[in-house]
């Protein structure tokens, strides 16, 4: 892990999030994950994809751990609200302080700051109550009818472009008093975050959102499977009986004068049955049958000899 970090020290910021303190020692990648309980899987797919951008074809998503992904997700928003943000904001009053500008330049500059602030509040604190919970519910198998990833794909946007206006806005347009170094520490502040947030906002776009849309189709179709689970037991009384009748042998007209039913209906009722079992040749039909107890291997002797 050590040597990780030397080779690229922006990742102390992944590594926080992921909930790992410093202190490493000599232990390794996979240890640090495991005394975490953070999956190393999911731990390097995240920091290849922020180091890199990495092809996403190379992630495979079942394998990525959505709970650390969230986790990841969680403590970045709390790093920009309760920390970088407002750091930014102690080192902003004090650098305008410094400068010679009047008293409503520095208010505006300040509301607009803390406008931002609340426009990223509201970004983060939507995915914190809406959108992590609807994915962790996906994890335990529950979905949601009323909401998909989509959704959130569709509204999701960039939040780091008023930063760059604000930088703009000191670099070009707000006369400082020479030499101006807390004024640049605040630039460096904002360039980091303005950086900070564009790559947190691809890890959701890029990463988080489309192993959400696997998990959502996963889902998906094990609830076909249970669906048409369902409609095996789903056969009515009168198909069970006609159904026995055909692993029997015996022909529709013979169900049909035994069941006093006409051999329209007899054929309508097999036609359900195989619609519902998806089960469409008598010798598969005849397996159901004894597997589910309508019929004995001694009733159908004659007929499966
Ligand atoms: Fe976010
Ligand atoms: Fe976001």
Known sequence: MNELIKEDTSLLLTITRFGFSLGFGDKTVNEVC??????????????????????????????????????????????????????????????????????????????????????????????????????????????????????????????????????????????????????????????????????????????????????EKTLNEATVELANGEKVDNLTDREKEILTGVVKGLTNKEIAQHLFLSTHTVISHRRNITRKLEIHSTAGLTIYAIVNKLVTLDEIKSVIE
């Not at 750091?87 to 700051?113: G, S």
């Open 34 to 215: 495991i005394s975490n309980n953070v999956d190393v899987y999911t731990f390097l797919a995240v920091v290849n994809f922020i180091s890199d951008g990495s092809n996403q074809e190379e992630i495979n998503h079942r394998d990525i751990s959505i709970n650390s992904v969230v986790v990841y997700l969680k403590n970045a928003h709390h790093f920009f609200l309760d920390f970088k943000l407002p750091l930014i904001k102690r080192k902003l009053i004090e650098a305008l302080d410094e400068t010679v500008q009047e008293e409503p330049y520095r208010k505006m500059i300040m509301k607009f700051f803390d406008d931002y602030v609340t426009e990223v509040r509201k970004h983060m604190d939507y995915e914190n109550d809406v959108v992590f919970p609807y994915v962790l519910r996906l994890v335990d198998g529950k979905k949601d009818p009323r909401y998909n990833i989509a959704v959130f794909e569709k509204n999701h946007e960039s939040i780091d472009s008023k930063l760059t206006d604000l930088k703009n806005i000191l670099i070009k347009y707000f006369p400082a008093q020479y030499p101006n170094y807390l004024l640049n520490e605040v630039l460096f502040d904002l360039s980091d975050c303005e950086r900070d947030l564009e790559k947190h906002n691809r890890v959701e776009d890029y990463f988080f959102v489309p192993i959400t849309e696997t998990l």
